[in-house]
């Protein structure tokens, strides 16, 4: 079993930055990629960023250039620097890791950190 749990979110004006943080812990398990998703009030939850346990990186259209996801010090921590938010920003920010802890690859969530970006 993994156990991953995000934190960072706050209320920003337009144009400000945030760091969302993720830790994904448990014992002996190996990291196959990790993930940030995001969902607004009445949307899909949708695929903000990736990077694998190789160290490539994707992102949604929407956040190129203004968001970037790293490991963070540590192959089990996630970083997401978020700069130039907008309002269309503002959802519930998800870490999805992706591992395998002796019973096959799986996908395991966080409770989510809520990012909210005023105008």
């Known amino acids: 079993q993994v156990h991953v749990v995000e934190s960072g979110g706050d209320m920003v004006q337009a144009g400000g930055s945030l760091r969302l943080s993720c830790v994904a812990s448990?014992?002996?398990?190996?990291?196959?990629?990790m993930r940030w998703y995001r969902q607004a009030p009445g949307k899909q939850r949708e695929l903000v960023a990736q990077i694998t346990s190789n160290g490539t990186t994707n992102y949604a259209d929407s956040v190129k250039g203004r968001f970037t996801i790293s490991k963070d010090g540590a192959e089990n921590t996630l970083a997401l620097q978020v700069s130039n938010l907008k309002p269309e920003d503002t959802a519930v920010y998800y870490c999805n890791t992706l591992a395998d802890s002796g019973l096959g690859y799986t996908n395991y969530w966080g409770q989510g950190t809520q990012v909210t970006v005023s105008s």
């Open positions: 448990g014992r002996r398990f190996s990291i196959s990629a």
